[in-house]
């Protein structure tokens, strides 16, 4: 998923198109699309920006996501909860937490709240698994990222070393 910075989602949408499967969607600025590799698409964008200093002029942010679904509110919970689980053995006994952007379904969608219910449980799951993780919003090992775009849903785990290497990996 990338956004495109103020009045930029034309350039940026001709950057990336050219490196994967890129779509818009019905908020301004935002694309998503499909690449092979997180790590070589990003590799990609480094180059670009050396070999054309400002290729990357138009890119606010980058967040990789490698697990989508579609959602009706009442389940997301459930849902989210099942994904988020599913990066217990990357995180182990790092620091983390959980991000949640949400478009659309305001008012029916709490963010926040739902955020903290997510880290809760990932931090229970991995005491009950024997690690020993901590909850840390300044310098976390990994973020959870789980980006909600009308009814689709993607999650994404960024790591410290994806956030040093590509100063375009950001999650808010």
Same mark, same amino acid.
């Not at 988020?84 to 053995?89: E, G, M, Q, S």
């Not at 478009?103 to 880290?119: F, K, N, T, V, Y």
């Given at each position: 998923?990338?956004?495109?910075?103020?009045?930029?989602?034309?350039?940026?949408?001709?950057?990336?198109?050219?490196?994967?499967?890129?779509?818009?969607?019905?908020?301004?600025?935002?694309?998503? #699309?499909?690449?092979?590799?997180?790590?070589?698409?990003?590799?990609?964008l480094?180059?670009?920006?050396?070999?054309?200093?400002?290729?990357?002029?138009?890119?606010a942010?980058?967040i990789?996501i490698?697990?989508?679904?579609?959602?009706?509110?009442?389940?997301?919970?459930?849902q989210?909860?099942?994904?988020?689980?599913?990066?217990?053995?990357?995180?182990?006994s790092?620091?983390?937490?959980?991000?949640?952007e949400?478009?659309?379904?305001? #008012?029916?969608?709490?963010?926040?709240?739902?955020?903290?219910?997510? #880290?809760?449980?990932?931090?229970a799951?991995?005491?009950e698994?024997?690690?020993?993780?901590?909850?840390d919003?300044?310098?976390?090992?990994?973020?959870?990222?789980?980006?909600?775009?009308?009814?689709?849903?993607?999650?994404?785990?960024?790591?410290?070393?994806m956030?040093?290497?590509f100063?375009f990996v950001?999650?808010p």
């Open positions: 998923m990338v956004t495109a910075k103020d009045h930029e989602q034309r350039h940026l949408a001709r950057c990336v198109k050219r490196l994967g499967d890129f779509r818009w969607t019905p908020f301004l600025g935002l694309l998503v #699309g499909r690449v092979e590799d997180h790590e070589a698409f990003c590799e990609q480094l180059r670009s920006e050396e070999e054309r200093p400002g290729f990357l002029r138009p890119l942010r980058l990789p490698d697990r989508t679904f579609t959602f009706q509110v009442e389940y997301l919970p459930t989210l909860e099942r994904a988020v689980l599913a990066y217990a053995d990357r995180i182990d790092g620091s983390f937490y959980v991000r949640i949400r478009r659309g379904h305001a #008012g029916d969608i709490h963010s926040q709240p739902l955020e903290q219910e997510l #880290g809760r449980t990932l931090l799951h991995l005491r698994q024997g690690a020993a993780p901590l909850i919003f300044k310098d976390p090992d990994a973020i959870v990222a789980v980006e909600l775009i009308g009814d689709e849903c993607g999650v994404g785990l960024t790591t410290r070393t956030r040093e290497r100063p950001k999650v």
